[in-house]
């Protein structure tokens, strides 16, 4: 499945040649129940040995526009797993003292160590998307983000990180949809943001700005997946089968028995 999702690097995304509708063989949410299970108990497998190993980390990537579904992938995709070993950090408008630094500088400190999976919700992807749709940096500035990203990536995988990246895609009308939603029930209208509508009146220099991200930081060592995301039950279950997937190819293992297990004793 991580193939059929995958940015090809080098290749140039034009987000109108994706439908964020798309359920692949799947009409129905009961259709793809026992699949996520499936799922959610494999990466619950493997998350015990990637922790035993401690070889590996993995780097969950998430962005998607206001209401993509970034939490709720989160929440039912990693419901398995072992909170100890699990770090998620959100990124959220920068404080004074992390402008005053390089736009690395925050998220570097929250990469996950060995043993751990780290998921980002928004990441310094921001740096090239919300900050270059509304001009808070010069473009000389940020036009150069995409390969220090690019390089900043390349250290993380190179010192053991699995990197996955992906990208939640929902259509507008989705988006208008769920934004209502948050306005018509009480208990959503926490989630609701005047500065989401805002953004909405950039959709299109957003999903410029997408395309260009996709396109020019999808790499050997850290892709992006394009997510059809207007289903939700589609979008849980193909990030989670490609996150297992990934993790499979690692072949890991737990440390070697004790070679004298048997004859330790254990004082009463
Ligand atoms: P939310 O994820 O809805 O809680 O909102 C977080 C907000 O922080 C979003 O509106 C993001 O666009 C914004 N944000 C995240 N990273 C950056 C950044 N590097 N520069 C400016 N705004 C950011
Ligand atoms: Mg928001």
Excluded at 124 to 151: G, K, M, T
Excluded at 166 to 185: C, M, N, P
Excluded at 214 to 221: D, M, Q, V
């Amino acid at each position: 499945m991580a193939q059929q999702f995958l940015v090809p690097p080098g290749s140039q995304v034009s987000l109108a040649d994706y439908d964020p509708g798309y359920s692949g063989d799947y009409a129905q949410k009961s259709e793809t129940k026992e699949e996520l299970e499936r799922n959610v108990e494999r990466l619950r497998e493997l998350q015990r040995v990637l922790w035993a190993e401690s070889k590996h980390a993995l780097l969950i990537v998430l962005q998607a526009l206001d209401a993509g579904g970034k939490d709720g992938t989160i929440r039912h995709v990693f419901r398995g797993v072992n909170p100890q070993g699990c770090q998620v950090t959100g990124f959220k408008v920068p404080t004074e003292e992390e402008l005053d630094h390089d736009f690395l500088w925050r998220i570097h400190k929250a990469t996950p160590r060995r043993g751990y999976i780290g998921i980002f919700n928004r990441s310094h992807y921001e740096d090239v998307l919300v900050v270059r749709v509304r001009n808070l940096a010069p473009e000389s500035v940020w036009q150069q983000r995409y390969e220090q990203i690019n390089q900043f990536e390349k250290l993380l995988a190179a010192t053991g990180t699995t990197i996955l990246k992906f990208f939640l895609y929902i259509s507008k009308e989705e988006q208008g949809e769920r934004f209502e939603a948050r306005l018509q029930d009480p208990r959503k209208n926490w989630k609701f943001s005047i500065g989401d509508v805002e953004d909405r009146g950039y959709w299109g220099d957003y999903m410029r700005a997408y395309e260009d991200a996709l396109s020019r930081c999808s790499t050997p060592w850290a892709p992006w997946h394009i997510v059809p995301a207007n289903h939700k039950w589609y979008r849980n279950l193909v990030v989670s089968q490609i996150i297992v997937e990934a993790l499979d190819k690692l072949d890991m293992h737990y440390p070697p028995p004790l070679p004298n297990a048997s004859e330790i004793i254990i004082p009463d």
